[in-house]
């Protein structure tokens, strides 16, 4: 076994909502770009004439974030059965100090209107970590 840490960011998907195919992959792109946005410390842009002169989030080599930003991406879709199971694991990251990204749906698509919380990423973080929220549940 070796003894390198590995990072991993984990989508949980609502299954309760039956979404189209191309729902879930379109709300678990939202979730994880929007994890990966948290990183961005939004006073580093630069703006000159509407360009971004300048952006970069402020990361230790030896962090998760750091570490699956450089390596593998490593994304595992998985699935809950209901919002409040998934606001439970967010509650979960939230104590532990695990990125999280939580989306709600506008509801124009789907839904009836009704702004809805279907996913969320957890991480990038160690896996380890992100296992002790995510690792009970069932492959998506």
Same mark, same amino acid.
């Given at each position: /076994?070796?003894?390198?840490? @590995?990072?991993?960011?984990?989508?949980?998907?609502?299954?309760? #909502?039956?979404?189209?195919?191309? %729902? *879930?992959?379109?709300?678990?792109?939202?979730?994880?770009?929007?994890?990966?946005?948290?990183?961005?410390?939004?006073?580093?842009?630069?703006?000159?004439?509407?360009?971004? /002169?300048?952006?970069?989030? @402020?990361?230790?080599?030896?962090?998760?974030?750091?570490?699956? #930003?450089?390596?593998?991406?490593? %994304? *595992?879709?998985?699935?809950?059965?209901?919002?409040?199971?998934?606001?439970?694991?967010?509650?979960?990251?939230?104590?532990?100090?695990?990125?999280?990204?939580?989306?709600?749906?506008?509801?124009?698509? @789907?839904?009836?209107?009704?702004?809805?919380?279907?996913?969320?990423?957890?991480?990038?973080?160690?896996?380890?970590?992100?296992?002790?929220?995510?690792?009970?549940?069932?492959?998506?």
């Amino acid at each position: /076994m070796s003894n390198t840490k @590995e990072s991993k960011q984990v989508i949980v998907i609502r299954k309760d #909502l039956n979404m189209r195919k191309g %729902k *879930i992959a379109a709300q678990a792109a939202h979730a994880s770009m929007g994890a990966i946005l948290k990183l961005i410390d939004r006073r580093k842009y630069n703006l000159l004439d509407g360009e971004v /002169m300048e952006m970069r989030a @402020e990361l230790r080599a030896d962090s998760p974030e750091c570490h699956w #930003l450089e390596n593998s991406f490593t %994304k *595992i879709c998985v699935s809950c059965d209901s919002e409040e199971e998934l606001l439970t694991l967010v509650k979960q990251a939230q104590d532990k100090g695990v990125l999280c990204c939580a989306i709600t749906d506008s509801g124009k698509t @789907e839904f009836n209107g009704v702004p809805t919380l279907t996913c969320a990423a957890f991480g990038p973080a160690w896996a380890e970590d992100v296992d002790e929220i995510t690792g009970n549940l069932k492959l998506l």
